[in-house]
């Protein structure tokens, strides 16, 4: 048994440091002074010492309480619980707070319920094969979709592909966060017109191409159709370099192919056109329609930074460029396969000291905690520099860093403001339509051994997304330093995955998210404090002018 989390694309929910809603009850509350993920996290340092019994008195309390608030944070206590008590040899006690967690819903997959050595004691109860079993049911009717299972061939079949289109509507109709920013948008009628359009494909390739215009009628970054992964070379392929749009140009980034770089491409060449069309007009009909994205500034990253140049693995085309001298020249370039394309990567992580002792930790994902633990390796070089620049520009999210947050934070971090639907099906059947239901903020507590105490500036753009935006937001909440740059993409929340016929998959955001101190940036972005955006001069010259305004800024705060 490990930590339980619950993970998103944006937060982290932890039964540990103080990542829940206090639980506490009339009838028999745990100590005032105590709640329940400081007494959890307690119980797991017991537990991983070996000291069960003692594990399960700390949250035997909780037991007796009963849940309050959000179900699913007691839910998974109460699974811990069981374990503990599982492994100190009080099965009856086991079977009591196991059956508790699965009363309302479960708190792990059947799979991981029947498997887990925690519990083996357990095994030769009929109550716990019961309790798999009913896991096993309810999982078949809420954890798979019609005709996930079917194999993918090239092309599915008019009912399979109609069941794809039925599952996606379902689940967004019941799940998806964001209607209210759509008034106009009639999702059923969106649902009849595209059932011709789901018939009329002739391939399977086709048929996920639609699925990705359905999606992106939500406008939402987080609510997306997928093609099977044998598919991907068919969808995602492009050259090894990467643009962007710079003063309503098409900019190249960055050239990371050393072939285009023997055939004269350069950072800073613009391009004009795609075989032959003006490249705004060849983007807004080829690629436009299949991007879901959340705000103008997101769908402006997913156009011309992610999807511009992708095709089939192995095609080639014709762009007409134009180069710093501002003469256009023909080129071809090809689409070069997934795998050719991860050998081309960035770095993930990087740390500097400039020469006039500003640092800078450049942070490209929060897919893992490779940025906070790089910062906690130089804190003494950054506590000792005249200030800190966080990059988290080309940052597309993973799980928001609490770790980072708690070396910037003085005082303890509230997480987000949420808000998800709720169904009640009797309540539907007295005319009672789906509401909302509210989640308590909760807090983190700073880290008090390890602190960054200089001055702080966070660059982004819009391509800072998800977990990263949940990072800027938490930021701004505690008032840790400025920000620099551009708009971030405007996008967060839990999206719920789920699978398509074929192999592909879909998912479908499930919260409305606000930052902690009340602030609306999903389809809105947050602002910078300083709003700096490069020039096409810029990118020739290879001049970062966000890091020098904020290198600038920090310098003038000592």
Request: with cysteine.
């Amino acid at each position: 048994m490990s930590k339980r989390q619950i993970q998103r694309c944006g937060w982290i929910v932890f039964l540990v440091a103080g990542w829940l809603p206090c639980a506490s009850s009339a009838q028999q509350s745990p100590p005032a002074s105590t709640s329940l993920p400081e007494r959890y996290s307690e119980s797991l340092k017991l537990y991983q010492s070996r000291q069960y019994a003692e594990a399960a008195a700390v949250l035997e309390p909780f037991h007796a309480a009963g849940p309050d608030g959000m179900d699913w944070h007691w839910n998974l206590a109460m699974y811990q619980l069981a374990c503990y008590e599982a492994l100190a040899g009080q099965k009856e006690k086991a079977m009591q707070a196991l059956m508790a967690s699965q009363a309302r819903g479960g708190s792990v997959p059947a799979e991981h319920l029947a498997t887990d050595t925690d519990l083996v004691s357990l095994h030769d109860d009929p109550r716990f094969r019961q309790l798999v079993a009913e896991a096993r049911n309810q999982e078949r009717l809420w954890a798979r979709e019609p005709g996930q299972d079917l194999p993918l061939v090239p092309d599915l079949g008019e009912d399979a592909k109609i069941a794809g289109l039925s599952a996606f509507w379902s689940e967004a109709r019941f799940n998806f966060a964001y209607f209210d920013r759509q008034p106009d948008l009639d999702w059923n009628q969106v649902y009849m017109d595209f059932l011709p359009k789901v018939r009329a494909t002739r391939s399977t390739e086709d048929y996920y191409r639609l699925m990705m215009q359905f999606a992106a009628l939500l406008k939402d970054g987080h609510t997306n159709a997928y093609p099977p992964a044998a598919l991907n070379d068919a969808f995602y392929a492009r050259p090894g370099l990467h643009t962007r749009l710079v003063e309503n140009a098409v900019v190249v980034m960055s050239v990371d192919d050393p072939a285009l770089l023997a055939h004269g491409w350069h950072v800073g060449d613009v391009i004009v056109k795609v075989d032959g069309e003006d490249v705004l007009r060849y983007a807004a009909r080829e690629v436009g329609p299949y991007q879901s994205a959340s705000t103008p500034q997101d769908l402006q990253v997913r156009i011309f930074q992610d999807a511009l140049l992708t095709g089939h693995a192995g095609s080639r085309f014709q762009v007409t460029v134009k180069n710093a001298k501002g003469m256009e020249e023909e080129r071809e370039l090809t689409r070069l396969p997934l795998d050719d394309l991860k050998k081309l990567g960035h770095e993930a992580v990087s740390f500097t000291v400039r020469p006039d002792g500003i640092a800078v930790l450049v942070i490209n994902e929060f897919e893992d905690t490779q940025g906070a633990k790089l910062l906690l390796a130089n804190l003494p070089r950054v506590n000792a520099s005249r200030g800190l620049i966080i990059d988290v520009r080309a940052n597309g999210g993973g799980s928001t860093p609490v770790d980072l947050l708690q070396m910037l934070a003085q005082k303890p971090i509230r997480g987000p403001m949420i808000r998800t639907r709720t169904y009640v099906a009797a309540d539907r059947a007295r005319g009672v339509l789906p509401g909302w239901v509210d989640v308590p903020p909760f807090e983190v507590p700073a880290d008090s051994e390890h602190h960054v105490i200089v001055p702080v500036a966070t660059l982004i753009s819009a391509q800072t997304f998800s977990a990263a935006e949940d990072f800027v937001a938490a930021f701004l909440a505690m008032h840790r330093g400025i920000t620099v740059g551009e708009s971030t993409a405007g996008s967060t929340g839990q999206p719920l995955f789920f699978q398509l016929p074929g192999g592909g998959s879909a998912r479908v955001c499930t919260r409305n998210d606000r930052a902690a101190d009340g602030t609306v940036f999903e389809g809105q972005g947050l602002h910078p404090t300083i709003a700096v955006s490069p020039t096409i001069e810029n990118v020739q010259r290879g001049q970062d002018v966000a890091v020098e305004r904020a290198a600038n800024a920090l310098l003038a705060r000592r």
